[in-house]
């Protein structure tokens, strides 16, 4: 089975914006931006910040590089955003997640995704792909990642009517991951029903 075949959709009303969770590998997406767990100097060694780099070449690391030398460190809210280089999607969104341990973490997280989807809204585009941020070496838990997740996008996509956002992706490697993002999104819309 190839692993972007395990999906699930939420639709999101006024609009029909849509959610989905998917089980695949983000730098293979075909979507306007993949969001990249960075860290606030753009350092791209290991997880996701490493595939994107392998795959995407060293104009994303020039890049990189020279928006931090013009700008500074990264912030949570306001993330950096990059050329593709040789991927599939239009421009790389270098989102910084929080260390776990480090204070406010649920904030924090919330600050990335939301700033990654003004970003998103800000370049006109129609499509995005996050991958799990902080949830790897970040150490930050996968279950309440999941729900930040989710509030966070609907939040986003209730509060925007207008944005040219009609696409959250969230692309998950592993299927303990995909299990428990599955789970606490179920968990939501049910809480969100009424049920």
């Given amino acids: 089975m190839n692993m972007d075949d395990i999906k699930t959709t939420i639709t999101f009303e006024p609009g029909h914006r849509l959610l989905e969770i998917t089980r695949g590998d983000i730098t293979?997406?075909?979507v306007?931006?993949?969001v990249n767990a960075a860290n606030n100097r753009?350092?791209?060694?290991?997880g996701v910040a490493g595939a994107i780099r392998a795959l995407g070449g060293e104009q994303i690391v020039r890049e990189s590089d020279a928006w931090v030398k013009q700008n500074g460190p990264v912030s949570h809210a306001e993330p950096a955003y990059t050329g593709p280089g040789r991927?599939?999607?239009?421009?790389?969104?270098?989102?910084?997640?929080?260390?776990w341990?480090?204070?406010?973490?649920?904030n924090k997280l919330r600050s990335a995704i939301l700033g990654s989807l003004k970003l998103a809204e800000k370049l006109e585009l129609a499509s995005i792909a996050f991958?799990?941020?902080?949830?790897?070496?970040?150490?930050?838990?996968?279950?309440?990642?999941?729900g930040v997740f989710y509030t966070a996008v609907q939040d986003y996509f209730h509060s925007?009517?207008?944005?040219?956002?009609?696409?959250?992706?969230?692309?998950?490697?592993?299927?303990k991951t995909l299990n428990t993002f599955l789970s606490i999104f179920n968990r939501w819309q049910q809480s969100a029903l009424g049920q």
């Fill in 42 to 46: 753009l350092i791209h060694g290991a």
């Fill in 32 to 34: 306007d931006a993949i």
């Fill in 101 to 106: 341990g480090a204070g406010d973490e649920k």
């Fill in 28 to 30: 293979t997406q075909h």
């Fill in 87 to 99: 991927l599939p999607c239009r421009y790389v969104i270098h989102a910084v997640g929080p260390v």
């Fill in 160 to 175: 925007s009517p207008s944005s040219s956002v009609r696409l959250v992706r969230i692309v998950l490697y592993d299927q």
């Fill in 131 to 146: 991958p799990a941020i902080s949830t790897g070496i970040f150490g930050f838990p996968v279950d309440l990642a999941a």
